[in-house]
DNA sequence: TACTTAAATAAGAATTATTCTCCGTTAAGA
DNA sequence: TCTTAACGGAGAATAATTCTTATTTAAGTA
């Protein structure tokens, strides 16, 4: 992704552009399996060798509280991360720590329809995440 | 829960029959809103003042790799544990910790229906956890 | 019932992921 | 160019969890 496109998106939110949320906004789209902070570190240090840890923790919190990104939760004791925005799914496997996305427009509007039916009493639907938990043949 | 049937729980699952093991377990259906380790350890200290730490977080593992109790993510950075095992979904609070249990055998058939049509290939399915993210009006 | 032993626990150190603090730097508007 | 609030770097601090080691115990066996 270009960094005309990057700072367009900060810009959008509002945010002050800075060289490492660029960086890590891209490192976020780049390593598209839904990276850990330590993953992003990696990533970024190949071209900014001098970001703070604390500064990437930082600037992943201010890109979800921005809608920038996405965080994925995972029964590890870390957080993951994700630049897809628009609804989709995930695959957990069971034998690795690999989550693959799952995009299903049929299954949205069916799950949309099926709860605008029943309403949950006392309850405010913000949005949906399936969980899929199985394993991938290749595991 | 008495004894008898916790004691029955772990021998079914062939598990060594301790004290600690039996006060965590009935722990995990006692406080029934997806309890922490933290407040797990609370709880069992007033009838267990010297259980340590350590033991708690071995024993939940245990718990959970023999299909006793089950982990729930969150987006924080702690676990939480849930004792009921039989299928269900989650109303996650976007203003507070509360995580709510949401049994519906109606939406179970019907994500069990669909995805049987719609196989994912290259990926076995073992189970759905929905992540209903959302309000409560109360909070 | 007493004996044996592998498995479980207590205590506390260690590790890991994340957050915080403080001070120097910088982006962005005037 | 100047100003300044916001941001980032460094490293200490914290919080959750895991590990290590010695001691204890559950449960099978004689
Ligand atoms: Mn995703
Ligand atoms: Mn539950
Ligand atoms: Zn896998
Ligand atoms: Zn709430």
């Known amino acids: 992704m ?32 839904h990276p850990t902070a330590e993953n992003i570190i990696e990533f970024i240090r190949k071209t900014h060798p001098n970001v703070a840890i604390g500064t990437v923790y930082k600037v ?9 990104i996405k965080k994925v939760t995972t ?27 799952y995009h299903d427009a049929e299954l949205d509007e069916l799950l949309k329809k099926y709860f605008e039916s029943k309403n949950i009493s006392g309850f405010k639907i913000e949005e949906f995440v399936l969980q899929i938990k199985g394993t991938f043949n290749k595991c």
Chains 1, 2 share one sequence.
Not at 9 to 31: D, H, S
Not at 79 to 96: A, F, K, P, T, V
């Open 60 to 68: 992943l919190e201010t890109l979800v509280e921005n809608g920038l």
């Open 75 to 101: 029964d590890r004791n870390f957080m993951r991360y994700d630049g897809i925005l628009e609804s989709h799914h995930h695959l957990y496997c069971s034998n690795c720590d690999l989550i693959e996305d």
């Open 2 to 33: 270009d960094n005309k496109l990057l700072k367009q998106k900060l810009a959008e939110k509002g945010m002050k552009i800075t060289p490492q949320r660029m960086a890590i906004l891209e490192a976020v789209y780049e390593l598209n399996n």
